[in-house]
């Protein structure tokens, strides 16, 4: 059974916004926070932006403060990102965890969506 599916990604220019969303299986996050992460070519996976399941807290990082947004509703968690950059180009992944802390989810998570792909033209 799938517990994680992404989808959302695709072509957009800089300074454009695209919509990611991450939908769970039901009882997912009753146990879970929802991680979003990314790699782009050649670079190692880098932890972007997680929602607690708990007390509904967000962390994000530096690089995306104030344009990436994320939520949750229902059993979909949803990365809003606004004034993209090329930097921003890369395949996205949901990911589910115990605790939402970006340094270590990349690691610890129990659950990885697929991929989707977030590609921006300059």
């Known amino acids: 059974e799938v517990q994680l599916q992404a989808s959302g990604g695709g072509f957009v220019q800089a300074g454009g916004s695209r919509r990611l969303s991450c939908a769970a299986a039901p009882g997912i996050f009753d146990d879970y926070a929802i991680g979003w992460f990314r790699q782009a070519p050649g670079k190692e996976r880098e932890g972007v932006s997680c929602?607690?399941?708990?007390?509904?807290t967000t962390v994000y990082r530096d690089s995306v403060k104030g344009r990436f947004t994320i939520s949750s509703a229902g059993n979909t968690v949803t990365l809003q990102m606004n004034s993209l950059k090329p930097e921003d180009t890369a395949v996205y992944y949901c990911a589910a965890d115990l605790v939402c802390v970006l340094q270590t989810m990349g690691v610890t998570a129990d659950y990885w969506g697929q991929g989707t792909l977030v590609t921006v033209s300059s």
């Open positions: 929602i607690s399941n708990s007390d509904g």
